[in-house]
C-alpha cells in the first residue's frame, strides 16, 4: 500500500539536513509525490551530490541552499530565497541534527551547547523564519520536526541530544497552540532506531549493541528511512489536516521491548 502519486502536488516543502539519511529519504518521497523540494545544510558538497542523485536515480529536481540552522540571521535569508524561487513554502521539516556519544559526567560544556544549539536552537530559528511563509500556505503551513523516542524515556551517554529533541517537542507543542491561529500545524516524529543513518551506524552497531537493541523491538529489525519519510507525509499532507501538537512514533513498539 503507498500514497497516491498526485498526494504532495502543488506543495512546496524545505527540509533541513536532506542531504543524507532519514532527511534524503523524506526528500525523495515528497518528490516523488509530485512535492518540489529544497534542502540546505551547512556541507555544499554533500548537497551537490544528493541533488544529483535525486535526479539522476529518482528523476527529482531539489534546490539547494548551504546553509547553518544555528545562524538565525543566516538561515532567515536561506528560508527566504528557497521561498521564492519555490513560489512560496508549504511545508518545514526540520531533520537537521548533531549528536555524538559522550557519559554525561564527562560531557564539556561546549559539546553540551553545541547539540542544544543544532537541534533545538536550529529549529526554532527555521520555524521562526520559516513562518511568515507558511502563513501564506494556500491549505495551511506544515511545521514536522524529526525528533526520537529517547526524547520520551532519556538518553544515556546522549543527554545533550536528548534534551534539545524533548526541548523541540515542547516547542512544536507551544508553536501549535499559537500559529494555529494561522492555520500552521506543527507536529513531530519519533523515529526508533532506523538502519542506515548515523544514529544506527555509528551508536548502535559501532558500539557493538546492535543484538541488544533488536532484542528490545518487538518486529525485531530496525526502520528504515521511508517509514519516516511515511509519516512525514502523513502529517504534511491534507490527510494530517486536523492533526497538530502531536506525536508520531515510528519504533516497531520499541518502547515495550523487553
Same mark, same amino acid.
Not at 534542502?39 to 527529482?60: H, M
Given at each position: 500500500?503507498?500514497?497516491?502519486?498526485?498526494?504532495?502536488?502543488?506543495?512546496?516543502?524545505?527540509?533541513?539536513?536532506?542531504?543524507?539519511?532519514?532527511?534524503?529519504?523524506?526528500?525523495?518521497?515528497?518528490?516523488?509525490?509530485?512535492?518540489?523540494?529544497?534542502?540546505?545544510?551547512?556541507?555544499?558538497?554533500?548537497?551537490?551530490?544528493?541533488?544529483?542523485?535525486?535526479?539522476?536515480? !529518482?528523476?527529482? !529536481?531539489?534546490?539547494?541552499?548551504?546553509?547553518?540552522?544555528?545562524?538565525?540571521?543566516?538561515?532567515?535569508?536561506?528560508?527566504?530565497?528557497?521561498?521564492?524561487?519555490?513560489?512560496?513554502?508549504?511545508?518545514?521539516?526540520?531533520?537537521?541534527?548533531?549528536?555524538?556519544?559522550?557519559?554525561?559526567?564527562?560531557?564539556?560544556?561546549?559539546?553540551?551547547?553545541?547539540?542544544?544549539?543544532? +537541534?533545538?536552537?536550529?529549529?526554532?530559528?527555521?520555524?521562526?523564519?520559516?513562518?511568515?511563509?507558511?502563513?501564506?500556505?494556500?491549505?495551511?503551513?506544515?511545521?514536522?520536526?524529526?525528533?526520537?523516542?529517547?526524547?520520551?524515556?532519556?538518553?544515556?551517554?546522549?543527554?545533550?541530544?536528548?534534551?534539545?529533541?524533548?526541548?523541540?517537542?515542547?516547542?512544536?507543542?507551544?508553536?501549535?497552540?499559537?500559529?494555529?491561529?494561522?492555520?500552521?500545524?506543527?507536529?513531530?516524529?519519533?523515529?526508533?532506531?532506523?538502519?542506515?543513518?548515523?544514529?544506527? +551506524?555509528?551508536?548502535?552497531?559501532?558500539?557493538?549493541?546492535?543484538?541488544?537493541?533488536?532484542?528490545?523491538?518487538?518486529?525485531?529489525?530496525?526502520?528504515?528511512?521511508? +517509514?519516516?519519510?511515511?509519516?512525514?507525509?502523513?502529517?504534511?499532507?491534507?490527510?494530517?489536516?486536523?492533526?497538530?501538537?502531536?506525536?508520531?512514533?515510528? +519504533?516497531?513498539?520499541?518502547?515495550?521491548?523487553?
Amino acid at each position: 500500500m503507498s500514497f497516491a502519486e498526485n498526494t504532495m502536488a502543488g506543495k512546496t516543502a524545505l527540509v533541513t539536513g536532506g542531504a543524507t539519511g532519514i532527511g534524503a529519504a523524506i526528500v525523495r518521497l515528497l518528490g516523488k509525490l509530485g512535492a518540489r523540494v529544497a534542502i540546505t545544510s551547512r556541507k555544499e558538497e554533500n548537497l551537490k551530490a544528493a541533488v544529483q542523485e535525486f535526479a539522476e536515480k !529518482d528523476g527529482i !529536481d531539489v534546490i539547494y541552499r548551504v546553509g547553518d540552522v544555528r545562524d538565525a540571521d543566516g538561515i532567515k535569508a536561506v528560508i527566504a530565497d528557497i521561498a521564492t524561487e519555490l513560489g512560496g513554502l508549504d511545508i518545514l521539516v526540520c531533520n537537521a541534527a548533531g549528536n555524538f556519544i559522550c557519559p554525561t559526567e564527562e560531557l564539556s560544556s561546549n559539546g553540551w551547547r553545541t547539540v542544544i544549539d543544532i +537541534d533545538l536552537n536550529g529549529t526554532f530559528n527555521c520555524c521562526q523564519a520559516a513562518l511568515p511563509f507558511l502563513k501564506k500556505a494556500t491549505r495551511g503551513g506544515r511545521i514536522v520536526a524529526i525528533s526520537t523516542t529517547h526524547a520520551d524515556s532519556g538518553w544515556p551517554t546522549a543527554a545533550h541530544a536528548g534534551a534539545a529533541k524533548a526541548g523541540i517537542q515542547n516547542l512544536m507543542k507551544s508553536l501549535s497552540a499559537e500559529w494555529g491561529k494561522y492555520g500552521v500545524r506543527a507536529n513531530w516524529v519519533s523515529p526508533g532506531p532506523i538502519e542506515g543513518t548515523e544514529g544506527v +551506524d555509528r551508536l548502535i552497531i559501532a558500539q557493538g549493541k546492535a543484538a541488544e537493541v533488536l532484542k528490545r523491538i518487538p518486529l525485531g529489525t530496525f526502520g528504515q528511512g521511508e +517509514d519516516i519519510a511515511n509519516a512525514v507525509v502523513f502529517l504534511s499532507s491534507d490527510m494530517g489536516a486536523y492533526v497538530s501538537g502531536t506525536e508520531l512514533v515510528v +519504533d516497531g513498539a520499541a518502547r515495550w521491548g523487553t
